[in-house]
């Protein structure tokens, strides 16, 4: 989201200093070996493309502002303005419902979200379904998905993109026909909730790999994927 060939001293020094592997990481970083293991007998190079939370959740943001603005202008252009001081106005009652779903809809969809991954990785991989392993990461309350085998370069970023695409921008889309306020607002929540698989898109865009055949790996215990081509 692993290796055959063992962690420099100061590799393990600031993984163990980023955080202790959950169980779930050791299993995960275990098959992960196996798997390289086989493609380095097949000839495959390995390559990191890893970034830190702190980046993912930074940059990753910044990517997605340009998708945000463009649906909140067409919105406001469609409908003759974004309409929340006329709802206050006209309607206090739905305006606080409007504000609950759109704070209750950000757990739900979160999950939705990786589900979304798994199902469209579960097409490339392996095992089909099988290979998608879900989680929750207890200290930032947050759920995730990764796939457990080797991906080509098109459905590794197909599973990326397809959550922001579907519950940020064509829900955004829908909000601008619909003129609902709330789902311009759910829709700006989950585009920006694809801050950090945007950013690892654009960082697999941009590499420029050696060989022609090139397969990819969800990173086991860090926030990227590893590329092996030959």
Known sequence: MGQKKENSPKEAKATKEEHKL?????RRAENFKVKEAALREKGYKRKDLTISIATAN???ILLTLPFIVAIA???YFYNSGFGIQELMDENIVLYFIYLAIIMISFVPLAVVHEW???TCWSGGAENGRKDIEYGFIKEKLTPYCTCLSPLSKPRYIFGSLMPMTILGIVL???SIFVG???LLAISAMQTMGGAGDILITC???RYKTKGKDVIL???PTAVGLVAFEK
Not at 22 to 26: G, H, S, W
């Open 217 to 219: 790996m969800d990173h």
């Open 203 to 205: 960082m697999l865009l």
């Open 180 to 182: 609902n306020i709330a």
């Open 172 to 174: 955004g889309v829908v």
């Open 73 to 75: 202008v067409g919105y």
């Open 116 to 118: 979304i991954h798994g």
């Open 58 to 60: 930074f940059v990753g």
């Open 22 to 26: 959950t169980e779930a990481e050791l």
